[in-house]
């Protein structure tokens, strides 16, 4: 075991909110109602349901192995030779999906506060952030999370109370106007990309001080980033209608439109504030998996000697990989998506279905 804290149940629920939540409030409202329109209130509901499923199947996997990642007890489940593989497969995909993460914190921060700023200044101010938390290791970065988690959550909240005398429920009907068809397209993307990254359990079930709650754990989290989920795209239907679709950033458009007495006006820092904190939680988790996965892999004794070069070639990897914003939707859409559907469901239903087939795994702690 490279790593010797460990974290309770509490503190993994909250890092699965922490890994999902701030990407999806920026982008999904308008990813979704692309799609189902008014109707992307169900759209959520059955994003939901689907990460719950896979969340059992991630929680099956590690309970089998409860004191072993995904890279260890691979080569237990189907072997040596194609353990390795697959322990390489997910050391390689932490840091490609983190790439995007980053790049997509930076191009927000610029596109929506800091235009004149280059991207670089985010990058790079993101992932030496990360890299401090990640050297200190796992119970200092879920302990920072408890206090961040909890401010993001009223922080949103606070702001859907404070733009609700602007919605409207008539921005909901007709309801199933274009039949259920619209409801299962709105839901594929968040599927395939956000609500399955509950993966990072694959490398944090071990650590956990009851690894035999780590479906119910995995399980809450989705939850709760589902109900979060919901209350945004409800607010933003309910505010902008029609408009959801052609913005960029729903939630900060919403935020911009607050206005109480004249008084309470120009609220987006706190969306900002949102996406800063929320944004470093969710590159330090990925950072996290993708140094311990690699040190394992590499039979290393202790991670912190990769935490300096992974975060350089995290850095240079945000930066070179896409010309623009335009580009880095289109990879996502035709590149990501069925990669992040592979790793996230593919390839753990494949490994528990052999480990069941092979007797591999015992029980939980």
């Known amino acids: 075991m490279l790593e010797d804290g460990r974290i309770s149940n509490r503190q993994a629920v909250f890092l699965i909110v922490s890994t999902i939540l701030p990407t999806s409030i920026i982008y999904i409202p308008a990813i979704i109602y692309q799609e189902a329109a008014q109707d992307s209130w169900m759209s959520v509901l059955l994003v939901t349901a689907y990460g719950v499923i896979v969340g059992a199947i991630i929680a099956g996997l590690g309970l089998?192995?409860?004191?072993?990642?995904?890279?260890?007890?691979?080569?237990?489940?189907?072997?040596?030779?194609?353990?390795?593989?697959?322990?390489?497969?997910?050391?390689?995909?932490?840091?490609?999906?983190?790439?995007?993460?980053?790049?997509?914190?930076?191009?927000?921060?610029?596109?929506?506060?800091?235009?004149?700023?280059?991207?670089?200044?985010?990058?790079?101010?993101?992932?030496?952030?990360?890299?401090y938390a990640v050297r200190c290791g796992l119970e200092v970065l879920a302990r920072a999370n408890e206090i961040i988690l909890p401010v993001v959550l009223v922080l949103i909240l606070l702001l859907v109370a404070l733009i609700s005398p602007e919605m409207h429920i008539r921005n909901f009907t007709p309801v199933l106007e274009q039949g259920i068809l619209p409801v299962l397209q709105g839901s594929y993307r968040p599927v395939a990309f956000l609500f399955t990254e509950t993966i990072v359990m694959v490398m944090l079930i071990p650590y956990l001080s009851r690894s035999r709650q780590a479906r119910g754990t995995i399980i809450r989290g989705i939850l709760i980033v589902g109900l979060f989920q919901l209350i945004i795209v409800v607010a933003a239907i309910a505010v902008l209608g029609v408009r959801t679709a052609r913005l960029e950033f729903p939630f900060l458009t919403i935020a911009r439109q607050i206005s109480i007495a004249e008084v309470i006006e120009r609220v987006e820092p706190f969306v900002m504030l949102i996406w800063v904190v929320g944004g470093f939680m969710e590159v330090g988790v990925f950072y996290y998996c993708c140094v311990l996965a690699a040190a394992q892999w590499l039979n290393l004794k202790e991670y912190k000697a990769l935490v300096l070069p992974t975060g350089v070639l995290l850095t240079v990897l945000s930066i070179v990989l896409w010309e623009n914003v335009l580009e880095l939707t289109r990879q996502i859409s035709e590149i990501l998506l069925p990669i992040a559907m592979a790793m996230h469901v593919g390839l753990p239903l494949l490994l528990l279905t052999a480990a069941c087939l092979r007797g591999k795994g015992g029980g939980a702690r």
């Open 64 to 131: 089998r192995f409860p004191d072993r990642t995904i890279v260890q007890y691979g080569e237990l489940a189907v072997g040596r030779l194609l353990g390795k593989v697959v322990g390489l497969l997910y050391a390689v995909y932490f840091l490609y999906i983190n790439t995007y993460i980053v790049r997509e914190f930076a191009e927000f921060t610029t596109t929506a506060f800091l235009p004149e700023t280059p991207l670089v200044v985010f990058s790079v101010g993101i992932v030496l952030a990360a890299a």
